[in-house]
């Protein structure tokens, strides 16, 4: 059975920072295309970052310079280390892995950034 379990999320204070997790199960997460998204109240979810298997790496722009992805290979867990948390972007935090035919979500993490 896959799995994609989040965990790291809460509440911070602004310019805070937070560490979110990505822990796989039923799959090798270092052959997918990982993406951290979020989704806001009534706002559409959006990709935040993403890393490829070869470890090409992608920012929106909102989060540039604050966010970083990583990959543990060996853990099989991925991670989005924020920083400069702002409040603008709290939101429901989701893992997700991309293969060439198959898609898988995490269950999403509540990131809350109070001003």
């Known amino acids: 059975q896959v799995q994609l379990v989040e965990s790291g999320g809460g509440l911070v204070q602004d310019r805070g920072s937070l560490r979110l997790s990505c822990a796989g199960s039923?799959?090798?997460?270092?052959?997918?295309?990982m993406g951290w998204y979020r989704q806001a109240p009534g706002r559409q979810r959006e990709l935040v970052a993403s890393?490829?298997?070869?470890?090409?790496?992608n920012y929106v722009d909102p989060v540039k310079g604050r966010f970083t992805i990583s990959r543990d290979n060996a853990k099989n867990t991925v991670y989005l280390q924020m920083n400069s948390l702002k409040p603008e972007d709290t939101a429901v935090y989701y893992c997700?892995?991309?293969?060439?035919?198959?898609?898988?979500w995490g269950q999403g993490t509540q990131v809350t950034v109070s001003s």
């Open positions: 997700n892995a991309r293969f060439w035919t198959e898609n898988y």
């Open positions: 039923g799959i090798i997460l270092g052959n997918a295309i």
């Open positions: 890393i490829t298997p070869s470890g090409d790496i």
